[in-house]
């Protein structure tokens, strides 16, 4: 029959423990930390006024990507804002055509809401929005260096 070898807990403790201040070691002896992705990963995003579980239909097409969703408790006057967060970082937000801020289903303004990393051949500051039928429209148009 096969032999297996049990370790007891102390030697279990000690062998993670050896492994562990391994790993930490080949991490500081690198000198650079990688704090946060660089920003022309995902340098555009959208964020919709809906909560981020929300069923949001996503469509590509060659020229635009087309975002719907339901529109419960949006107003009809809504159309979208990029905002340049950083140079060549830009978020675009859905507001209300008198610039107020759109938040559907009456949660507090910090909630998880809804987004969506665009790729950089998208063209934020082209982005438009309506409402029709009770649905949420919103359409990102590529850019001619598009895939």
């Not at 087309?66 to 970082?89: D, Q, S, T, Y």
Request: contains cysteine.
């Amino acid at each position: 029959m096969f032999g297996m070898k049990v370790l007891s807990s102390a030697k279990k403790r000690n062998m993670l423990r050896s492994q562990s201040s391994v790993v930490s070691s080949s991490a500081s002896s690198h000198g650079r930390k990688l704090w946060r992705l660089p920003h022309h990963v995902f340098a555009n995003v959208l964020e919709l006024p809906l909560r981020s579980d929300a069923e949001v239909s996503v469509e590509e097409t060659p020229t635009s990507f087309l975002f719907v969703a339901a529109a419960n408790g949006i107003p009809n006057g809504v159309r979208a804002h990029a905002i340049e967060i950083l140079p060549e970082m830009t978020k675009i937000v859905i507001k209300g055509t008198d610039g107020g801020e759109l938040v559907a289903g009456q949660f507090f303004i910090g909630a998880d809401l809804w987004r969506f990393r665009l790729p950089a051949w998208t063209w934020p500051a082209m982005a438009t929005a309506y409402c029709s039928g009770g649905k949420l429209v919103v359409t990102v148009p590529k850019t001619t260096a598009g895939k």
